[in-house]
């Protein structure tokens, strides 16, 4: 058996997104144009673009070792597939997103079993069939091929089920979501097959492990800075790190190098407060991957 992994990278709207994060993960894909096999700085890994309704029937059937998807496409295929991890990211932030059944926002509809007997289109066709299934509520459900909100404004369906991340869209074409039919984010998924094998278990194991470094290093930075030894203590107190920060002596025993790791978030209020204890020469720098 040939132990070169076969990944499978989202081509649309995570394209861009997933590339940008193998390249801090430690791999740059180099697409080519009108070309479906991008290059890959590593020998053991070999890439095709398919799309992400896709990529679990590929994987399960073997066309790909490795690959990621969004958990509903999964789903969607019923595909058996083992799901290495949840990568939660997408085109446009770091959080998961929701399939809302929608409706008009003065329709007289209220709950899902308002919508018996009526016509809901979406693209998540089998998902959406079996919520309504599992409520024992008939429904019509047809495929929509785009322009989803504007089926029901323009009265072609009575509801939709689409996906979204904060609502603003749904909301901005004069819709009113009833509820969430599922909670969806991107995961790698294996064949299980290639799964059971020791060789690309470990590869598909260390694309993992370097993907969720650099999904973590996202939302933190380093901070590097000097302190006064005798207001060490206080510097200390100010800062939250992974472990405990890193103490280093220096050549004037007055004073110390402190390293450490903290939210990107807390830095704007964190600096000021350092420097009112006594730290100077406060570096911060972006970080690659946590791991």
């Given at each position: 058996?040939?132990?070169?992994?076969?990944?499978?990278?989202?081509?649309g709207s995570l394209e861009e997104a997933t590339l940008s994060l193998f390249e801090r993960a430690g791999w740059k894909i180099r697409k080519h144009h009108r070309n479906y096999f991008p290059d890959i700085n590593d020998p053991e890994i070999s890439v095709s673009l398919c799309?992400?309704?896709?990529?679990?029937?590929?994987?399960?059937?073997?066309?790909?070792?490795?690959?990621?998807?969004?958990?509903?496409?999964?789903?969607?295929?019923?595909?058996?597939?083992?799901?290495?991890?949840?990568?939660?990211?997408?085109?446009?932030?770091?959080?998961?997103?929701?399939?809302?059944l929608a409706v008009a926002g003065d329709s007289p509809y209220q709950r899902p079993e308002?919508?018996?007997?009526?016509?809901?289109?979406?693209?998540?066709?089998?998902?959406?069939?079996?919520?309504?299934e599992e409520r024992g509520i008939e429904v019509k459900v047809s495929y929509s091929w785009g322009a989803t909100?504007?089926?029901?404004?323009?009265?072609?369906?009575?509801?939709?089920?689409?996906?979204?991340?904060?609502?603003?869209?749904?909301r901005a074409h004069g819709l009113r979501i009833l509820c969430d039919v599922m909670i969806t984010n991107t995961v790698l998924i294996a064949n299980t097959i290639a799964w059971q094998d020791p060789?690309?278990?470990r590869k598909i194991?260390?694309?993992?492990?370097?993907?969720?470094?650099?999904?973590?290093?996202?939302?933190?930075?380093?901070?590097?800075?000097?302190?006064?030894?005798v207001g060490l203590d206080a510097v200390l107190a100010m800062l939250p790190a992974l472990t405990s920060p890193t103490v280093a002596s220096l050549r004037d025993a007055s004073w110390v190098s402190v390293e450490t790791v903290v939210n990107a978030n807390l830095v704007r209020d964190l600096i000021p407060r350092l420097r009112s204890a006594g730290a100077e020469g406060i570096i911060e720098f972006a970080l690659n991957k946590v791991v």
């Open positions: 058996m040939s132990h070169v992994i076969k990944l499978g990278v989202p081509k799309r992400a309704q896709e990529m679990g029937r590929y994987v399960h059937d073997g066309i790909m070792d490795v690959g990621l998807t969004g958990r509903d496409w999964v789903l969607e295929t019923e595909a058996d597939v083992h799901v290495v991890s949840d990568l939660v990211y997408s085109k446009s932030s770091n959080r998961p997103a929701r399939w809302v308002d919508l018996a007997g009526r016509h809901i289109a979406t693209e998540l066709q089998g998902v959406t069939r079996r919520f309504f909100e504007a089926k029901v404004v323009e009265g072609l369906v009575d509801g939709i089920v689409e996906v979204t991340e904060t609502g603003t869209t749904i060789a690309k278990r194991e260390q694309i993992d492990l370097l993907l969720q470094g650099a999904l973590r290093a996202e939302s933190l930075v380093c901070l590097k800075m000097n302190a006064p030894s």
